[in-house]
């Protein structure tokens, strides 16, 4: 029995991103917002160790994408109900990325990733934030990127967007989402052209899927997410916000337009 045109699949978002980055905040921040009885869990405060799967309402007055196309008369607030979806909370620690995090990505109902990035940390002179916050973006971007390209099963044909959400806009050191954006893809490229180093090293004979290995393809051009989008069909948009501190709640409408724009 596999899963049939029957077997209703609820709209499922894919929450990653570094340990620290506000993940679990942010559920519990929309948690509160959905105003979903169901959900009686108390706030999670510790640090993730497992995917924790959450189901959620979308206030009815965030537009669907389903509706873009409908008039304006047609989908007055009266008649709209808010819509149910399921946000998959995950483990930021390096360790438990590929088997807690990423392998997620395969799950039948997924329609969005946000990648949850800490901005007040991204332009720091420390930049071990920052590389590690790429790689990770990297291997999301390349684990979305082997779904619509390869041969293994659970190949999909529908575009999964990405929204990174440029996190704790309240710090004075944040980055704009404009900076972020530069940031994470020249931190990219450079992932990118040592992983390739490594990738013609390691076999004898020339792999003719090695294009496939590389993000964004094995051509000439820089990483940038329109690349992305260019290539695969990927769309990527950095959109910032604050779930917590003085500013909370900051913006998150924002990220709630874009999980609506993908129902
Ligand atoms: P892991 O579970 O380890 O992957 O981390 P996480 O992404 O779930 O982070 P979590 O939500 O636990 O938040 C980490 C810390 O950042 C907590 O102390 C939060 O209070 C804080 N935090 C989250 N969002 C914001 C924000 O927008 N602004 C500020 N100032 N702090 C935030
Ligand atoms: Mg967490």
Redesign the pocket.
């Known amino acids: 029995y596999t899963q049939s045109a029957r077997t209703k699949v609820v709209p499922t978002f894919l929450l990653l991103?570094?340990?620290?980055?506000?993940?679990?905040?942010?559920v519990?921040l929309l948690q509160k917002r959905s105003s979903n009885p169901e959900d009686t869990e108390p706030a999670l405060?510790?640090?993730?160790q497992v995917p924790w799967g959450v189901s959620l309402l979308l206030p009815a007055s965030v537009p669907l994408g389903s509706n873009k196309y409908r008039s304006r008369n047609d989908v007055s607030l009266k008649d709209k109900h808010p819509t149910r979806y399921v946000m998959i909370?995950?483990?930021?620690?390096g360790k438990l990325r590929t088997d807690q995090a990423l392998s997620q990505i395969k799950n039948p109902g997924l329609r969005g990733v946000i990648f949850?990035v800490?901005a007040?940390v991204l332009g720091s002179s420390d930049t071990s934030f920052l590389r590690d916050t790429a790689g990770y973006l990297h291997d999301t971007l390349l684990a979305l990127q082997r779904q619509r390209t390869g041969k293994a099963s659970g190949k999909t044909k529908t575009n999964i967007p990405v929204l990174i959400a440029a996190?704790?806009?309240?710090?004075f050191t944040a980055l704009p989402t404009g900076a972020v954006r530069e940031r994470l893809q020249a931190e990219i490229e450079r992932v990118r052209v040592s992983r390739s180093k490594g990738l013609s090293t390691v076999g004898q004979q020339p792999d003719t899927d090695a294009e496939e290995e590389v993000l964004g393809g094995g051509g000439e051009d820089k990483f940038s997410f329109k690349l992305m989008e260019d290539e695969y069909g990927i769309s990527i948009d950095v959109v910032g916000?604050?779930?917590?501190?003085d500013e909370?709640g900051k913006g998150v409408r924002r990220w709630e337009e874009w999980i609506g724009g993908c129902l």
């Open positions: 991103g570094p340990s620290g980055a506000g993940k679990t905040s942010l519990t405060t510790r640090t993730s909370d995950t483990p930021g620690h949850v800490d007040s996190n704790k806009q309240d710090l916000a604050a779930v917590k501190g909370a």
